[in-house]
């Protein structure tokens, strides 16, 4: 894929991106529009959900109809072994139906083992963060770089959390960072929780089980904003999910350690 094709990728995402965040702004606006249902323990399931994917699905068909679309409420359309579109309708759902402003629509591209492009948008802050393979990340046009925290110490570390781990293995985690001197966050969106440190809100992200549409946006935002990201696509990470890690590159040294715990499998809760 040339950088005019990915230009012309990530065109068309932000728009579509924009314009479905305006739909669901709407929506989280309204408390009878944010009912929720449960797909699992912890799962939270709005109708716009569904909305916001049949939206950027029908958008992205119109411009690019041969491409492959990965979306977690739809499932996988095309050959995605030859790239494919990786669509995260509304990341933090549950805050999204609980009312709090802190939920996204995230929309990747990912060509074999890379993310190579990624629109993240946030419509309650206006907040449209996009990057592409070779280019620069921005927020809303300016761009954005990693922390240049110096280490764990002055750190701020996301662990993000899902009831299908395990409570040992978040303790773990939980036990090594602080003990490492960084604060720890959950803010309950993955994506977010990528965009905060490509803009250097915080130093480091780490999950041990995440769904690519959570992060694949965010990985090519992250890439391009300088920071480390973990090699989240080698192996099944498309289709099965992995561990993540994205680190401003002062901390990465040390957080990377976290890597070597090992993925967690995705299991029922406890
Ligand atoms: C979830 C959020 C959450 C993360 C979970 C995700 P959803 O996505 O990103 O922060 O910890 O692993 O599943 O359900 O809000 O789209
Ligand atoms: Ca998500
Ligand atoms: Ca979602």
Not at 146 to 166: M, Q, Y
Not at 197 to 213: L, N
Not at 249 to 260: D, E, S, V
Request: net charge negative; aromatic share 8%; with cysteine.
């Amino acid at each position: 894929m040339t950088p005019s094709d990915l230009d012309q990728r990530l065109a068309v995402a932000a728009s579509l991106a924009l314009a479905a965040g305006g739909y669901a702004l709407e929506q989280f606006r309204d408390p009878e529009a944010r009912q929720h249902k449960f797909k699992g323990p912890q799962d939270y399931l709005t109708a716009v959900d569904g909305e916001v994917e049949r939206r950027i699905r029908a958008g992205l068909a119109e411009s690019f109809p041969d491409d492959a679309v990965i979306g977690e409420e739809d499932g996988t359309t095309g050959d995605a072994s030859l790239g494919a579109w990786v669509i995260d309708p509304i990341d933090g759902t549950a805050n999204f139906a609980r009312g709090l402003a802190r939920w996204c629509i995230s929309i990747g591209y990912v060509l074999g083992r890379d993310a190579v492009l990624g629109v993240v948008y946030d419509p309650v802050h206006d907040e449209l963060f996009q990057a592409r393979r070779g280019g620069e990340a921005t927020l809303n046009s300016k761009p954005i770089r990693a922390a240049s925290t110096p280490d764990t110490k002055h750190g701020i570390v996301e662990l993000g959390w899902n009831p299908r781990l395990g409570l040992e293995e978040h303790v773990t985690d939980m036990t090594m960072v602080i003990g490492w001197g960084s604060a720890i966050r959950r803010l309950g969106s993955g994506t977010l929780g990528l965009t905060d440190v490509a803009c250097g809100r915080s130093d480091a992200y780490y999950q041990r089980h995440i769904w690519s549409w959570d992060v694949a946006a965010g990985l090519a935002i992250c890439e391009a904003a300088g920071a480390y990201i973990s090699p989240f696509f080698e192996t099944d990470g498309l289709t099965k999910g992995n561990q993540v890690l994205v680190a401003a590159p002062g901390l990465a040294p040390t957080l990377k350690t976290l890597l070597t715990l090992g993925r967690a499998e995705p299991k029922a809760s406890p």
